[in-house]
C-alpha cells in the first residue's frame, strides 16, 4: 500500500433517509459498503450507521440524504446539496462545522443519491490521495442530459458465452462498473445472433428461441431437445440473480427476447431442436411464457421484441403480437414492450401501446454500425420503399412499404408521440479495438436526445463475438499472445469505454477529470498523450463508415477487419447485395449521401463542372490522414514519456491505436485510388491510373504494416461469425488487396502498350484543395408554429456579390426528400422563408445552408467542425 494522508483517518457515514423504501435502502446500502471497502483498503477507519445529530469525532462526516431528509444539526450545510426535482440527479457540498469537516451528499431519488456515493467511490480508488480528494471537494451537481444510457450484451454462443452468463464474479463487479458511470439500464439481448429468414441452417441456437431454456410453461410440454436435466433451472437462476444485481445498483433490466421462430425444418442440424410447438400454438404459448418468465423474474423491468421476419415470425403477424404482448398485461405488472423499429407501423406500436404499458420504439442510430456523432441527414436510396418483394411469404412489410424502417429513425420521430424513442448503437464499426474519445461520446450524448429521444441502447465491445456458432474454448479473448490475455475478463480491457460512453452519456459537459482519473492512475505522466492519441484513432472508422458504406449490415461489412471489395471488379462480391449497381468500389454510397459525395457521384459532378458542398472523397482522405498523423505522434509522445511501454496495458492500447492509424491511412489512400481510377475510366487518362496505383500502392503498405503490428499480438482466427469476411486476421486480407493492385497493374500495362494512349495530365483532381468557408451567422428560431411560415436568414461578415446561398430542408422524417429554396440576398443577409404548407405536418424540421461562389467553391453550413462531433444542420421543434 502506498503511504497516503488517508492513512489512519476516521470517517464516520451519516444516514438521513427517512423515506427511504426497502429496496431503495438495500441499494443504498450496497453502494455505502462498497465505498466503505474502498476506503478501508486505504487503511481508513470507517464508522456507519451513526445518528445524523450525534456528534461524531471522526476526521471527516459523510453526510447522505436526500430529498426527504429531516433537518438536522447540518440542516443550513445540507439544504443546499438537494437537487431540485431533476431525476437522478445529485449534489455534494463540504464544509467545516464546529471544528468538524463535513461532506453533505445528497440524491433527488435513489439513483441520484447512488450515483453521489459511487463517485465519492471512483475518487477514492483512483486518486493518489484518497484523503486530499475527499476533503478538498467543495461542491459538485450533476443532473442528466440523457434519460436512458444502457448497454447491450449480446449472448451469442453457447461456447464462448456461457462462461461469463453463469459466472457471478464477472456480474457483480460488471454491474458495479456500469453504475458507477450512470449507465442506467442493461439490455441483456438474447436469440440476437441470428437473422431467420437470412440465415438458414441455424446450429448453434442456445437461447434464441429462449423460452424452454429458462421456463416450463403449465399446459404445455415444450422442451428444447438435447438441453441438460436441471440446466433451465440453472439458467433462470442466474437470470434472477443478474436482474436483482442490476436493480440493486439502479439498473434497468431488459431482457431482450429477439427469436420467436421454433420450425426446426428450416434448421435441421440446430443443436437444439424445440419440441412441443406448433403452429396451432405457438402464439399462445409465446404469450403464456412470457407471462410465466415475468412472474418467476420479478426484477424484469422490460422486454425487447424483434417484430419483424428476422425473429422468424413471416409478416404481416399483428395479431400473432397482439397475443404475445398479452403475456406482458398478463404478468400483472408493470413491464416496459421495446420494439425494435424495423418493419415497425402504426398498427403494430398500437397494438403494443394497447397494453397499457410503456412502449418504446428503438431505431438503429447508423444503420448497424457507428457513424459521426450525429443523425444522418438522408438515408441511402437502396432503403426507399420499393413496390414489391420475392419473399412476400416472409417479409411482405419490411421489404416494401416499412423499407426505410431498416437502418435509421424513419418516420417515427412526431411531435406528439405516446410513444418513447431509444436510439441501439449496433457493432458493425469497430468491435475489438478499443475506443475511447470524450469529444465524440459528449456529441453522442447530445444527438441520443434528438428531437425529444430518450437515449442510445449501446452493443458493447465484442457484441457478436463468435456469433453463427463461430466460437471455440476460450476463443472470446481475441489476443494470441499470453502476456495480455485477461483470463476471462475481457470486458476489463474495455473499461474507459465504458466510463466515458456512461458518464458522457449522464452529463455531455462532464469535468474530463471523471475519466482523466483513469488514465493518471494508468498511464501516469503519459495519461495526455494517450487521451489524445486514442481519441483522435478512434474518429477514423465513425468517419471512413459515414463517408463510405459498402452494407449495411454488420455481419457482412466489418471495416475494423475489412475484406477487400475490389476496384477493378473481375466477379460477383458478397457486398454485392446492398452495394447496389453497378456493384464497384467507386460506386459505393456514402452512409450518409446527402453530406458525402460517393466517388462515381463526385467524379460525374467534376466532369461536368458541377459544384455542391458535399465532403468529397479527397476531403475524407485528408481528414483520415490527419487524424492518423495526430494519433501517431501523441502516441509516440506517450510511449517517450511512459516508464515501461511493455506493462500488458499500455501495450494493449499502443497496440490499438496504431492498427487505427494504419487503417485511417488505408482507407485514405484507397480512396484516392478509387478515385483516380474512376476518372482514368471516365478519361482514359494514363496520368490518372498512375495515380491509382501510387495510391493503391501506399494503401496496401498501410494494411501491410497493420498485419504485421497485429502479428503474434491478436488470434490468428477472432470470429464474429462463420463466413470468411467475419472472421480471421488482418493479415488473412493481403491476399485480395494484393490481387485487386495486380488487376489494375496488368490494365496499366496493357494501357501503356497500347498505340492509342491519351498522355498523362496532372492529377490536380486529388490534390484539390477545398477554400475556407465564409463565416457564416445564422440564429435559428426557438420553434415554430404548425402551420406558420419560418423566416430564415444567414449573414455574412461582408457584401459578396460571387456568392449564392440555398436553403435545404425536410420533415424529420427519412423517407422524405430535401426541398431547395434559392435565398434572397440583401448585401451580405440572405433569406428564405419555409412555406406555412409544409409545416403543417406532425414533424419538426431540419435544415442546413449550400453556399456557392462563382468560382466553382461550395460550402454546408453549418457542417462538420474540426473534430467531426457536432450536427451539421439544423433541429427546429414545433412550439408545444
Not at 398498427?347 to 447508423?366: E, F, H, N, R
Not at 495510391?695 to 502479428?711: C, D, I, M, N
Not at 422524405?816 to 419538426?844: H, L, Q, V, W
Request: aromatic share 12%.
Amino acid at each position: 500500500m502506498v503511504n497516503t494522508d488517508a492513512q489512519g483517518k476516521r470517517i464516520a457515514i451519516v444516514r438521513n433517509l427517512p423515506n427511504a423504501d426497502s429496496s431503495s435502502e438495500d441499494s443504498i446500502e450496497w453502494a455505502l459498503t462498497y465505498l466503505a471497502d474502498l476506503l478501508k483498503q486505504q487503511d481508513v477507519s470507517v464508522i456507519q450507521n451513526q445518528s445524523p445529530n450525534e456528534p461524531p469525532d471522526v476526521d471527516l462526516c459523510i453526510l447522505i440524504e436526500n430529498s426527504g431528509s429531516r433537518p438536522t444539526r447540518y440542516a443550513h450545510l445540507s439544504k443546499n446539496a438537494v437537487v431540485q426535482n431533476e431525476p437522478e440527479a445529485f449534489c455534494m457540498i463540504s464544509d467545516t462545522i464546529n471544528g468538524q469537516k463535513i461532506l453533505a451528499v445528497a440524491g433527488s431519488d435513489v439513483r441520484g443519491l447512488l450515483y453521489a456515493i459511487l463517485e465519492l467511490a471512483d475518487r477514492v480508488k483512483y486518486a493518489d490521495d484518497p484523503w486530499d480528494e475527499l476533503t478538498s471537494l467543495k461542491q459538485l451537481e450533476e443532473k442528466p442530459a440523457t434519460k436512458v444510457r444502457s448497454i447491450n450484451r449480446i449472448f451469442a454462443s453457447e461456447i464462448e458465452d456461457k462462461p461469463w452468463f453463469y459466472n457471478k464474479e464477472f456480474w457483480t463487479e460488471y454491474l458495479t462498473e456500469l453504475a458507477t458511470h450512470r449507465f442506467n439500464k442493461l439490455h441483456l439481448a438474447l436469440g440476437m445472433g441470428y437473422d431467420y429468414g437470412h440465415d438458414p441452417g441455424v446450429k448453434d441456437n442456445y437461447f434464441c428461441f429462449a423460452y424452454p431454456f429458462l421456463v416450463s410453461v403449465p399446459g404445455y410440454k415444450v422442451t428444447a431437445k438435447g438441453l441438460k436435466e436441471g440446466e433451465a433451472e440453472r439458467n433462470l437462476t442466474m437470470l434472477q440473480f443478474i436482474s436483482k444485481q442490476a436493480k440493486l445498483r439502479g439498473i434497468h433490466f431488459q431482457l431482450g427476447l429477439w427469436t420467436h421462430a421454433f420450425d426446426p425444418s428450416e434448421s435441421p442440424d440446430a443443436d437444439y431442436v424445440i419440441e412441443g410447438v406448433h403452429p396451432g400454438n405457438h402464439a399462445a404459448y409465446c404469450r403464456d411464457a412470457v407471462q410465466t418468465l415475468l412472474q418467476a423474474c420479478p426484477a424484469i423491468d422490460g422486454i425487447t421484441f424483434r417484430i419483424h421476419y428476422e425473429s422468424g415470425i413471416p409478416e404481416p403477424a399483428h395479431e400473432f403480437w397482439r397475443e404475445v404482448f398479452s403475456g406482458v398485461t398478463q404478468s400483472g405488472r408493470i413491464v416496459e414492450i421495446d420494439l425494435h423499429s424495423k418493419g415497425a407501423d402504426d398498427q403494430m406500436i398500437q397494438i403494443a401501446l394497447d397494453t397499457g404499458m410503456p412502449v418504446i420504439v428503438s431505431p438503429k442510430y447508423w444503420a448497424e454500425h457507428m457513424g459521426l456523432p450525429y443523425h444522418q441527414a438522408a438515408i441511402r436510396r437502396q432503403e426507399l420503399p420499393a413496390a414489391s418483394t420475392d419473399r412476400a411469404d416472409l417479409m411482405a412489410i419490411t421489404a416494401t412499404s416499412r423499407r426505410f424502417t431498416r437502418y435509421g429513425y424513419a418516420d417515427y420521430l412526431k411531435e406528439e408521440r405516446p410513444y418513447g424513442i431509444l436510439f441501439r448503437l449496433w457493432p458493425g464499426t469497430q468491435r475489438v479495438l478499443l475506443w475511447g474519445d470524450p469529444t465524440m461520446a459528449a456529441a453522442y450524448a447530445r444527438s441520443s436526445s434528438f428531437s425529444g429521444s430518450l437515449g442510445v441502447d449501446l452493443c458493447e465491445p465484442l457484441s457478436f463475438k463468435a456469433r453463427k456458432g463461430s466460437g471455440t474454448p476460450g476463443g472470446r479473448d481475441p489476443y494470441a499472445e499470453s502476456s495480455l490475455k485477461l483470463d476471462g475478463n475481457e470486458w476489463l480491457k474495455y473499461v474507459y469505454y465504458y466510463r466515458l460512453w456512461g458518464r458522457l452519456l449522464y452529463n455531455p459537459e462532464a469535468e474530463p477529470s471523471s475519466w482523466q482519473r483513469y488514465l493518471q492512475k494508468e498511464f501516469g505522466d503519459a495519461a495526455q498523450a494517450c487521451e489524445i492519441s486514442l481519441a483522435h484513432a478512434s474518429r477514423i472508422l465513425p468517419l471512413v463508415t459515414t463517408a463510405h458504406l459498402p452494407s449495411a449490415a454488420n455481419n457482412i461489412y466489418w471495416p475494423e477487419m475489412y475484406a477487400n471489395m475490389a476496384i477493378v471488379r473481375k466477379e460477383p462480391s458478397f457486398y454485392d447485395g446492398d452495394t447496389g449497381a453497378p456493384y464497384t468500389f467507386t460506386s459505393v454510397s456514402p452512409l450518409d449521401p446527402v453530406l458525402f459525395y460517393s466517388i462515381d457521384d463526385f467524379v460525374k459532378d467534376v466532369l461536368e463542372g458541377r459544384s455542391s458542398g458535399k465532403y468529397s472523397p479527397v476531403d475524407v482522405s485528408k481528414r483520415l490522414l490527419q487524424l492518423a498523423d495526430t494519433a501517431e505522434q501523441q502516441l509516440v509522445e506517450a510511449a517517450s514519456t511512459f516508464p515501461d511501454v511493455h506493462t500488458p496495458a499500455f501495450r494493449r492500447l499502443a497496440v490499438d491505436i496504431a492498427v487505427q492509424v494504419g487503417l485511417g491511412r488505408f482507407f485514405a489512400r484507397k480512396l484516392l485510388a478509387g478515385l483516380a481510377y474512376a476518372l482514368f475510366e471516365c478519361t482514359e487518362d494514363m496520368g490518372q491510373l498512375e495515380e491509382a496505383l501510387k495510391s493503391y500502392r501506399l494503401a496496401k503498405t498501410a494494411w501491410e504494416q497493420v498485419s504485421s503490428l497485429t502479428s503474434g499480438i491478436y488470434s490468428e482466427d477472432i470470429t464474429f461469425g462463420y463466413k470468411p469476411y467475419m472472421r480471421g486476421h488482418w493479415a488473412d486480407r493481403l491476399p485480395a488487396i494484393a490481387e485487386d493492385l495486380a488487376a489494375m497493374e496488368q490494365i496499366y500495362e496493357k494501357v501503356r502498350s497500347s498505340a492509342g494512349k491519351k498522355p498523362s495530365s496532372s492529377s490536380s483532381y486529388l490534390f484539390k484543395t477545398r477554400k475556407d468557408q465564409p463565416d457564416c451567422v445564422h440564429i435559428p428560431p426557438d420553434s415554430f408554429r404548425k402551420g406558420q411560415s419560418i423566416e430564415l436568414q444567414v449573414s455574412l461578415p461582408e457584401d459578396r456579390s460571387d456568392l449564392q446561398v440555398a436553403v435545404h430542408y425536410r420533415h424529420v422524417n427519412q423517407v422524405e426528400s430535401y426541398c431547395t429554396a434559392p435565398m434572397n440576398k440583401n448585401t451580405r443577409f440572405y433569406t428564405a422563408t419555409i412555406p406555412g404548407s409544409y409545416t403543417d405536418s406532425s414533424y419538426p424540421l431540419v435544415y442546413f445552408f449550400e453556399l456557392k461562389d462563382d468560382r466553382g467553391h461550395a460550402w454546408l453550413f453549418p457542417g462538420l467542425a474540426e473534430d467531426l462531433s457536432n450536427q451539421p444542420y439544423f433541429l427546429l421543434r414545433q412550439q408545444q
